[in-house]
């Protein structure tokens, strides 16, 4: 029985499939997907507070009526993502306990702070740029609820890189001074974002298992390589520099080269060091907190509800 259960998922896996909420699944397997979709699920509700600070501080009507939407949307990933990972079994409950002490990541980007509006315009088009260079392949993951929450995630990180780099190229069309507001955001926010990809495949711990369980389509080092690739030229359309002056095109590669990361700035922001690790988690409990009345209504209600139908 065992066997053949494990023979079915091993037949998945090797034709491609999807692997579904009900099938056997290795208890490796089924945890990578937990701790994965979870992370993943944690970075869009902590994203949410970097761009969130500057609803109310938005220069337009229009321009807030687009973050307003965005960071709507990042709302709406979490969601997902939370409930795909309660098809694994996890408890969503305990996933945000787990995010508020610490004992689940969430992406290192996040604990940058956002200095200016030019912040906002470069998160979509560097970060969520990254994002979706890593997501789109992710549709084709092995987790069939996964790879589904994907398709439409993607659809809107389109829209919201999109935006970002309108809003860059609005900046400048600007005055000197916006210019140079946004070649800071710039400045500060490359090297974080290259750092999104994850450590080098030297160092990353479950590459290979998960490219082997096709959970991951590609390593940290190829989607790294694919995003600086596809942002330079969208960097010169936008007139701005990226802090490396190491960057240069490889024709014998058929890619860019770019300079050393600082992984030990990765390790410190992953471990709880970086710029706003406190603040942002402070953050997410005092709302988890506050959110407890809500959550009592709503299982009083229930509990009322079924109460009447019994009766
Ligand atoms: N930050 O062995 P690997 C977004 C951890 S986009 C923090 O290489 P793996 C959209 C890793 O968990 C951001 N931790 O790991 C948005 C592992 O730790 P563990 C979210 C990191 O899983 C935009 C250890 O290091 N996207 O939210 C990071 O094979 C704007 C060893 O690493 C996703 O989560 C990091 N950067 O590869 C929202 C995408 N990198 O668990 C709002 C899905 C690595 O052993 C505003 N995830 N770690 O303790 C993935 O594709 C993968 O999980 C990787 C890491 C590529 C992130």
């Given at each position: ?53 500057w ?14 939407a ?39 980007i ?18 969520d ?36 780099y ?6 400048m ?66 007139g ?6 190491d ?25 709880g ?14 709302a ?10 709503a ?13």
């Amino acid at each position: 029985q065992h066997f053949e259960t494990q023979q079915h998922f091993e037949r998945t896996i090797d034709r491609d499939q999807r692997v579904e909420p009900r099938d056997w699944m290795p208890d490796a397997y089924r945890a990578t997907m937990v701790r994965q979709i979870a992370q993943h699920a944690h970075s869009e509700i902590i994203g949410m507070q970097p761009e969130g600070v500057w609803i109310t501080r938005a220069p337009s009507l229009r321009r807030k009526a687009i973050l307003l939407a965005k960071v709507q949307d990042e709302a709406g990933h979490g969601l997902y993502l939370y409930s795909a990972a309660e098809t694994l079994g996890a408890d969503r409950g305990d996933m945000t306990a787990k995010l508020i002490s610490g004992r689940q990541k969430y992406s290192s980007i996040f604990n940058y702070p956002t200095l200016t509006y030019a912040d906002v315009g470069v998160i979509g088009w560097l970060v969520d740029g990254a994002a979706i260079c890593n997501q789109v392949p992710l549709c084709r993951s092995s987790y069939g609820p996964y790879a589904r929450a994907m398709i439409r995630i993607c659809k809107e990180e389109s829209f919201h890189q999109r935006q970002g780099y309108e809003l860059l190229m609005t900046l400048m069309r600007g005055t000197r001074g916006q210019r140079e507001m946004v070649q800071d955001a710039v400045d500060r926010w490359w090297w974080p974002s290259l750092m999104m990809f994850g450590p080098p495949d030297t160092d990353s711990t479950h590459t290979a298992q998960s490219m082997a369980w096709k959970i991951k389509r590609h390593t940290n080092d190829e989607l790294r390589q694919r995003f600086v690739d596809m942002t330079v030229p969208q960097a010169d359309a936008l007139g701005v520099t990226l802090p490396d002056p190491d960057l240069r095109w490889n024709a014998d590669r058929d890619h860019h080269d770019f300079g050393a990361i600082d992984w030990s700035e990765l390790k410190r922001v992953i471990s709880g060091d970086g710029p706003c690790n406190a603040e942002r988690v402070a953050a997410r409990r005092a709302a988890h907190e506050e959110g407890a009345w809500v959550r009592d209504a709503a299982v009083a209600y229930a509990a009322k509800h079924a109460a009447r139908q019994a009766g």
